[in-house]
């Protein structure tokens, strides 16, 4: 038999397993337990475990996690970056990135789903690169326990964002089952509250998201269609109209208010007119909206505004009476 990996697996999906491997039901809380609690992955550390049992799980269950290549810490802002190797069957190596964002009174991980993007979006860095992979749930969670591990003693990640590379909505069912880890009491107990998935605007996918019951946020960035589907290609398919509309009714069903990003981009999305254009067509949705002012790299063929600028679109919302972050 091939061993699974046991990062892979939900707490009921290991739970069948073990049943299937003919290992009563309980043994799956135990160990889920000592992974995620205790951090032990050594069945002779397992001290409710019977020492006869460690042959049969040593030969049913392995814990893979992606290496961590390097991690760095920003002077300027505190956030911390970590890159880490997901490994690939045709051997190539590949690397995603999870970043630890401290605020106030939150400390927010960022967490990558795919290696590469196929949503192409114009402005974006990892939108030049083709899809190369869906990340695993052990791969997910990996970026999880790869940052727990470099905060200090007695810190703990608060909110998980599934915001870095790839469109979380485009490998739904790894992204959705590494959230019941995630959530899961006897896994990192996260509140399905603190966990927000974005999306580039997969409509029909968004009731997922809905049903998963954690917040959802959107990558808007244009405030009418020529505009987004020029930067973002998959507002073609899905166009503005009813991308509001699915998150009105998420907002409706879930109660929670959805998070608008808004990329500004000097001369394509940036003007007080389009300030104005946003403010109209959110104002009747629940959301708050986060303005992002880009952040130029090369090839890119956008810039970032001024500041002048950068703070007039802002008060032009918050004048309106948009609910700004
Ligand atoms: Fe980049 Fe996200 Fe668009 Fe993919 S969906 S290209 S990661 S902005």
Redesign the pocket.
């Known amino acids: 038999m091939t061993p699974k990996n046991f990062y892979d697996l939900t707490l009921k999906e290991l739970q069948t397993y073990i049943v299937e491997c003919g290992l009563p039901r309980f043994r799956a809380n135990q160990i889920y337990r000592w992974v995620y609690g205790s951090g032990i992955t050594d069945f002779t550390q397992m001290t409710d475990i019977s020492r006869t049992l460690h042959p049969k799980l040593q030969e049913i269950l392995t814990f893979n996690l992606p290496k961590v290549v390097w991690h760095k810490q920003s002077q300027i802002d505190g956030t911390q970056k970590i890159l880490l190797e997901v490994n690939d069957p045709e051997g190539e190596q590949q690397t995603v990135e999870a970043v630890l964002i401290p605020s106030e009174n939150r400390l927010t991980l960022c967490v990558s789903s795919e290696v590469g993007?196929n949503?192409?979006?114009k402005f974006?860095y990892?939108?030049k690169q083709k899809l190369k992979r869906r990340l695993t749930v052990s791969q997910i969670v990996g970026q999880y326990i790869a940052a727990q591990k470099v905060l200090p003693e007695g810190q703990r990640i608060s909110n998980i964002v599934f915001m870095g590379?790839?469109?979380p909505l485009d490998n739904p069912d790894n992204v959705f089952r590494s959230i019941e880890v995630f959530h899961e009491p006897s896994g990192f107990n996260l509140s399905r509250k603190k966990i927000t998935v974005s999306t580039?605007g997969l409509v029909d996918l968004i009731p997922l998201v809905t049903k998963s019951k954690t917040r959802l946020a959107v990558?808007l960035n244009g405030s009418n269609d020529a505009v987004r589907s020029y930067i973002?290609p998959i507002n073609k398919k899905w166009p503005i109209a009813e991308l509001m509309k699915a998150c009105k009714e998420h907002a409706d069903e879930t109660g929670d208010s959805v998070t608008l990003e808004y990329v500004l981009l000097k001369g394509v999305t940036d003007s007080i007119e389009d300030a104005r254009e946003l403010h109209r067509l959110t104002c009747n949705l629940p959301c708050k909206i986060n303005i992002i002012p880009f952040n130029e790299h090369p090839g890119s063929g956008f810039t970032r505004p001024g500041e002048e600028a950068i703070r007039a679109f802002q008060n032009e919302l918050i004048r309106l009476g948009s609910h700004v972050l």
Request: overall charge negative; hydrophobic content about 30%; some cysteine.
């Open positions: 993007c949503m192409a979006c974006c990892t939108g590379m790839g469109e580039s990558s973002m």
